[in-house]
């Protein structure tokens, strides 16, 4: 449809109008009709196509316009494929995730019990207690970190670490913990992961824990140790205490040194804070205790006094 005002119409005949308007007659229109009422010139025509296309032009249209449909068919197929693709693995992937979270939910139920067992130590019951616990860390990695690693091996299990970080923390804090309650020094790494390894297909990549997982697992370690050492001068072993007091001074010590090179620091600057106050906590109880003793004076007429490490004479009952 074309329009025009109708002034033009007293100026050019009929077809020299059209010629005007079109540049050529139009063979295929049935006619042009001019509104009076309205004032504008309406041209209606048989052939839906522009005026210079034959009857061939619209029949190649037709069948361009039949093949590109087909072809958007087509196109819309293969994303729809691509998209389910891509749902099922998504779908994989947050089934694997809730997985993931249940594994790393035991792993931290099961290495807490292993740590409340470790603080039953004392001089009596060294040797029982911390075989115990050892076979308890022993059932933890073969039931519950093994289905971890078999879960997450030969995948990209960086992309799930914040689902299985909290329960390898606390696995870690569990097994340097046991290591240092039976030969006073602290497992590193390398020695964790080659654990991890034996659990392992040796044919796809196996689950490592990360060295960002390790130190955040060394900084909750220092808290028990500061627990450790507060019961064991309550039994009145203050070399042990003394021990426990450097060791943990040396920890934080040298992470001060690595912790403002890390990239993703944000979780371990936060335990450097309770980690400086476990410190301070063993630091003080030795030194109050150490200066209590010094301060004692034993009665006199009573010899060589027998007292304590808290300084007061122990009464035979």
């Not at 309770?274 to 200066?291: P, R, T």
């Amino acid at each position: 449809m074309k329009i025009l005002n109708t002034h033009y119409r007293t100026r050019f005949p009929k077809a020299d109008f059209c010629r005007f308007l079109f540049g050529t007659r139009l063979p295929n229109a049935d006619f042009c009709r001019f509104t009076h009422g309205a004032g504008f010139l309406v041209m209606a025509a048989s052939n839906p196509h522009r005026p210079h296309q034959g009857d061939g032009m619209g029949g190649t249209k037709k069948m361009r316009t039949m093949l590109g449909a087909t072809t958007m068919m087509s196109e819309g197929g293969d994303m729809t494929r691509s998209f389910a693709k891509y749902a099922e693995y998504l779908n994989d992937l947050n089934d694997k995730r809730e997985r993931v979270v249940k594994a790393s939910r035991d792993i931290t139920i099961n290495s807490k019990k292993v740590i409340f067992q470790v603080h039953r130590l004392s001089k009596q019951n060294n040797e029982e207690v911390l075989g115990k616990a050892e076979k308890d860390l022993a059932n933890v990695t073969s039931q519950y970190i093994s289905k971890l690693v078999k879960e997450l091996q030969g995948t990209d299990f960086w992309k799930l670490r914040r689902a299985y970080s909290p329960g390898i923390q606390e696995y870690v804090e569990a097994v340097t913990f046991c290591k240092f309650c039976r030969t006073g020094t602290l497992l590193n790494l390398d020695e964790i992961n080659d654990d991890l390894l034996q659990l392992s297909d040796q044919s796809v990549q196996p689950l490592q824990i990360n060295i960002l997982d390790y130190l955040l697992g060394v900084a909750d370690l220092t808290g028990e140790l500061m627990r450790l050492a507060i019961g064991r001068i309550s039994d009145g072993e203050l070399d042990y205490a003394d021990q426990i007091c450097r060791f943990v001074r040396d920890i934080y010590r040298e992470l001060t040194l690595v912790v403002p090179r890390m990239d993703d620091s944000n979780e371990m600057k936060k335990k450097m804070d309770v980690m400086l106050q476990s410190v301070v906590k063993i630091e003080n109880a030795c030194f109050g205790v150490h200066l209590r003793g010094s301060e004692y004076v034993p009665l006199l007429g009573s010899g060589e006094a027998n007292f304590s490490f808290l300084g007061m004479p122990e009464l035979d009952a």
